[in-house]
């Protein structure tokens, strides 16, 4: 009996913290940062590093929007194997996903075009783990936005947790 009591808050941490990974994947990290008491506040700098992040970014994004899925494949292929990351040790593989992302206050037309982007990816290459991942990004972060209209947030979208 006892250790059927001390299993389920383990099992209630061991999800908490599963689910938090993808919590916060599209905030900017001076958003996820909380401010310490008596340091000045956390602000967002513009450098070099983040410069090259925002371009690398918009590159992927463009090759999205015109859904030139070759080309995202062939990037998405080089990145992992190089397994690069960026001077702030971000992986850019993790920023060329992020970068495939809408915003959540997009309106609902946007979400579709996202949407037929993505079904035409994966037709294009249904082999693609590229295309696939991508995917699955776009229902969470679909689905979490929905959320976000609601009172009922979950954890793994920025609720509870956050």
């Not at 310490?36 to 590159?59: N, S």
Request: glycine fraction near 4%.
């Amino acid at each position: 009996m006892k250790l059927q009591i001390l299993g389920l808050p383990f099992i209630i941490a061991a999800f908490s913290l599963t689910t938090l990974a993808s919590c916060h994947r599209n905030q900017p990290a001076a958003v996820v940062e909380r401010d310490v008491v008596g340091l000045p506040p956390i602000k967002e700098t513009k450098g070099k590093i983040t410069t090259e992040i925002w371009e690398f970014r918009l590159k992927t994004r463009s090759l999205y929007n015109a859904s030139k899925f070759d080309e995202l494949e062939a990037l998405a292929a080089q990145i992992r194997a190089d397994r690069t990351r960026f001077g702030n040790g971000s992986w850019k593989i993790s920023q060329f996903y992020e970068s495939l992302a809408c915003r959540p206050d997009e309106p609902e037309s946007m979400w579709q075009l996202h949407e037929r982007i993505h079904e035409n990816w994966d037709a294009a290459k249904p082999r693609s783990i590229t295309a696939y991942v991508a995917h699955a990004e776009f229902f969470i972060d679909y689905a979490c936005s929905r959320n976000r209209r609601t009172s009922n947030r979950s954890a793994r979208c920025g609720g509870a947790f956050a």
